[in-house]
């Protein structure tokens, strides 16, 4: 397999195993990309490549790409593993101890080819979607945030949605708990602006990196990932350690105590979020390589969920399942559930046994307000399968809980204003003391060039 290096050797590498549709037809930014993207992600968990777009406001005739990580099988690809070694992969990654922090290269980066600063600024001409039908403009949805802590001088990546207002000016959303957020406090409290960069088509790994909570600079997780350290070069206008690998970077900073309308936007939670009164981020320097790739995510969908909540929170959620019982044998939060929802997969030895592995779910994370227990005869990853499961092997009358008045997510739209709610687990597991049926019927899976006429 190719060495994934960046974003162009990633798209090498969905080419290869046959995971990337090539898009020649023009396409609209306005919804029309964001539709096919989706369709491809859920039907075919396929990247996509967009080759040419209207351009009736004359933006940059740049390429666009989307589904980096829609499902499991990019998320192995971009972490050069298979399938049923995500979760490992992704707990060696985050385990602090194992990072690989990132080392500065003093050769220039290829996105310093082509360098727009001042009056040649101008948000408009980027070719930037706009995705859901009531999404209030375009955002940057894809791009990671990199900023550097004013105390420590650590580095941080994040996700923040970005919205243009005007010519050089974006909304930045960002929550109170992230470190950004800190960042910035402590940069207002003397007046001063946070220095911000976003750097766009980047190497999958660094996509990953930053969807995680870290206590560290999270480029070390995306040396973990590649089992060498992420290349760095200081910016052109802010005094942070870029990525060198990057298509596309925006420079600029957060002015302190400006706040200003953005959204709304399509959510992980499957609704559009509200108006919010957010910081403004004013950019000092547009920098990319020629023939640059722009690269996004669907906001609301598959790859939106899997980077920000099922990749860096498996682990998490298997350590405290796996505490509860050693007979877990595998663990999936799976995208179509938003983060809320987890599968694990239980060889059980004691029928109470469920139970108690779904609560050790529902205490690993506060966002997990649905947790299905199943056997090892049916596959986590397949909703079919697990829809098979809960339709054959659960009495209603007796094969669940609910855990009322619990903590969730805010923005779970069945909780209050506070996220609580009321959570449930089901056990789907096979109970043959009740109806022995005995083994499931099986046909397994045939390489169906055999049969082909010579």
Known sequence: MTKIEDLRSYIEVLTENGRISIIEKQVDLVHELANVAATLARQSGKGVLFQKFRNENNQYPWRLFANAVVDSSTAALALNCDVPQIIDRMSHALDIGNGIGPIVSEEQPKWMENILTGDEIDLYQLPIPTHGLHDGGPFITGGVVV?????????????????????????????????????????????????????????????????????????????????????????????????????????????????????????????????????????????????????????????????????????????????????????????????????VQLKKSNPGEPYNVAMGAFTAHVNIKMVIVVDPDVNIHDPADVLWAITNRVDWSRDFFLVPHAQGHEMDPTADMRGVHTKIGIDATYKPERRDYGERIRYPMVDLNKYKNE
């Open 147 to 343: 900023t550097k802590d004013p105390v420590s001088g650590r580095g941080n990546l994040s996700y923040n949605r970005m919205q243009v207002l005007g010519k050089n000016t974006f909304g930045f959303n960002v929550n109170e708990w992230r470190h950004v957020m800190q960042f910035y406090k402590v940069q207002q409290a003397k007046g001063e602006g946070l220095q911000i960069a976003v750097v766009i088509g980047i190497d999958p790994a660094i996509s990953i990196a930053g969807g995680a909570r870290y206590d560290g600079d999270e480029l070390a997780i995306a040396g973990a990932i590649r089992g060498e350290p992420v290349k760095v070069h200081k910016g052109l206008t802010v005094d942070i350690d870029i990525p060198t690998n990057a298509e596309i970077v925006i420079e600029g900073y957060l002015p302190p105590n400006i706040r200003q309308k953005e959204g709304p936007l399509a959510e992980f939670h499957g609704y559009y979020g509200e108006l919010w009164e957010s910081p403004v981020f004013v950019v000092t320097a547009i920098c990319f390589r020629n023939d640059p790739i722009f690269q996004t995510i669907v906001p609301g969908w598959d790859e939106h969920i899997y980077i920000g909540n099922v990749l860096p929170r498996e682990p998490l959620l298997l350590k405290f399942v796996k505490h509860v019982s050693s007979n877990v044998t595998g663990l999936h939060i799976p995208p179509y559930g938003n983060g809320f929802s987890a599968i």
